[in-house]
Each structure stands twice: as C-alpha cells, then as structure tokens.
C-alpha cells in the first residue's frame, strides 16, 4: 500500500519555476518506478515524466523535455518534479503515480499505476 500526497502547486508567472513534491507512505515507494502527469482544463490526463526505482533512468513527454526534471529520493519517500520556463500551457493539475511493477522503468500509460495522489494545482499566467 502507498499513499502519494502532492504539493508544491501555486500561481505562477510565465518564465518562472516551480517544484513540485509528492510525499509517499508505505515500504515500497523505493521499489517502484514513479510518474508525474498532468489534466488541463478540459483534456485528458496525460503523462509528464517517470523516474525508475533507483533514480538512474528517466522518460519525459516531448512537450516537457529539457523544462521538466523528475528525480526522488528514497530516503526521504519522496518525488520531485522541478519545472521551468514555465508557460501558460503548463496550467493543469498534477499527479504523481506509482507504477504497479517493482524494481523495474515505469511506462506513460495511465492504467498500469496502480496509486496516485489527490493532486496539486499549477497555475501559469501570462
């Protein structure tokens, strides 16, 4: 069992940075491979970023690529999402998910998490 609460959400301008914590409880959040993703107003969820089980190996959406960077520390049960250059376009909710296998790379698609968090807010204006 694991419990994922996000935070690290707000209103931002464009250009600016934010990061974005997801703090788990349970004993397997070291073996599982984590992902952020992300609902804007009116569209589907859709993946961001996955981190494997040990933190050596990363996945980004093309859409995020070179502003996104997801990293954790099992130490500290926790998930991190730092963005910047953020845009207007970034405005959504974000989750972070665990993916349901062990010691593995986790995938971008939504129905092979089998926990995730209640979400954070982010907010970029113009």
């Known amino acids: 069992q694991v419990q994922l609460v996000e935070s690290g959400g707000g209103l931002v301008q464009a250009g600016g940075s934010l990061r974005l914590s997801c703090a788990a409880s349970g004993r397997s959040f070291s073996r599982n491979a984590m992902s952020w993703f992300r609902q804007a107003p009116g569209k589907e969820r859709e993946f961001v970023a996955a981190i494997n089980w040990e933190g050596s190996s990363t996945l980004y959406a093309d859409s995020v690529k070179g502003r996104f960077t997801i990293s954790r520390d099992n130490a500290k049960n926790t998930l991190y999402l730092q963005i910047y250059s953020l845009k207007p376009e970034d405005t959504a909710v974000y989750y972070c998910?665990?993916?349901?296998?062990?010691?593995?790379?986790?995938?971008?698609?939504?129905?092979?998490?089998?926990?995730w968090g209640q979400g954070t807010q982010v907010t970029v204006s113009s």
């Open positions: 998910a665990a993916y349901r296998f062990l010691f593995t790379m986790a995938v971008p698609t939504q129905g092979e998490y089998n926990y």
